[in-house]
């Protein structure tokens, strides 16, 4: 039986859906609520989809950009998502997040997570302030530390401000497969919530050791760079796409990318990062409907490839 919230949001991908017209077809299955996973610390469920920012949202606050973002935000959390990742090393999106999420009036339906990225406590301290500034938000719900960088320092200030309340979860976050290991080191010495990693169908690595860890040790995992920086779709832009797609409920090879990464069971959100609505439209049907079983994955490989 569907809970009003499922309702809820089964109409409300509808309905963005129904607003882009054209520009992305429907599907059967779009009126379905997003698939959740929980965070393992504390078992609080999580939407498989979120929304990255980095180069996407460096924008100014006055540029014209900003309505598109809005509409991305609306359709975002209309939709059921909710984990928006930011950074203050992306420019200006921290305050551009911030700013969207005051004009939609949606702070109670976002989860923030944004990270540090300073050196020594005090630099770091001041960097996490200015982050609750551009924000607009007394609570990160999410706070990591950015590219392990200072990491021990970091963590010890990260752990203090959850203690006090003011953060919710605390993680550690990279974007290269040659750091790997250094993530698994700290994830053996130091107690965090989340990881942040790359992984996509061009990027494997983590199935190698870091995704098998967290699943045995209980660490919620956010994806980055879903499709490598727009060079897996780039790949297939000329391609149709294969008939066998339909068996997973995809209707674009976005869809099909984010599907292989979200068949992984370890994996909690992956955050594709767009400044286009119907992008965002399309992400959100990733995390619906079937996924693929280990046949089906290694189709998708072998049509990215």
Request: hydrophobic residues 40%.
């Amino acid at each position: 039986m569907q809970t009003r919230r499922q309702l809820l949001h089964r109409s409300a991908v509808l309905t963005a859906i129904a607003a882009l017209g054209p520009l992305l077809p429907f599907v059967a299955h779009a009126a379905e609520p997003l698939r959740m996973r929980p965070i393992p610390t504390t078992g609080e469920k999580l939407p498989v989809i979120g929304l990255g920012t980095s180069r996407t949202h460096d924008v100014g606050l006055d540029d014209s950009q900003m309505d598109a973002l809005l509409e991305v935000l609306r359709i975002f959390v209309d939709g059921g998502a909710r984990l928006i990742d930011t950074a203050p090393s992306y420019g200006n999106a921290d305050r551009v997040v911030g700013e969207l999420v005051q004009r939609q009036n949606a702070r109670e339906r976002v989860f923030l997570a944004s990270k540090v990225s300073a050196t020594g406590r005090e630099r770091g301290l001041a960097q996490i302030e200015a982050s609750f500034e551009a924000l607009q938000s007394d609570s990160i719900d999410l706070l990591q530390v950015h590219n392990l960088q200072d990491t021990s320092t970091q963590l010890g200030l990260l752990r203090e401000l959850k203690e006090q309340g003011r953060i919710r979860y605390i993680g550690v976050t990279h974007y290269l497969e040659s750091a790997h290991d250094r993530l698994l080191d700290v994830l053996k010495q130091e107690e965090v919530d989340f990881v942040q990693f790359n992984y996509s169908v061009g990027e494997r690595n983590a199935e190698k050791r870091l995704l098998p860890y967290c699943a045995d040790n209980g660490i919620a995992t956010l994806i980055n760079r879903p499709f490598t920086r727009g060079n897996l779709l780039g790949r297939v832009k000329d391609r149709p796409l294969p008939d066998w797609a339909a068996e997973l409920d995809a209707t674009s090879w976005a869809q099909l990318a984010l599907k292989f990464i979200l068949a992984e069971p370890a994996v909690t959100t992956v955050i594709p990062a767009t400044s286009t609505p119907r992008y965002m439209a399309d992400n959100l049907l990733a995390g619906q409907g079937r996924l693929p079983d280990a046949r089906q994955r290694q189709m998708i490989v072998d049509a990215f490839g």
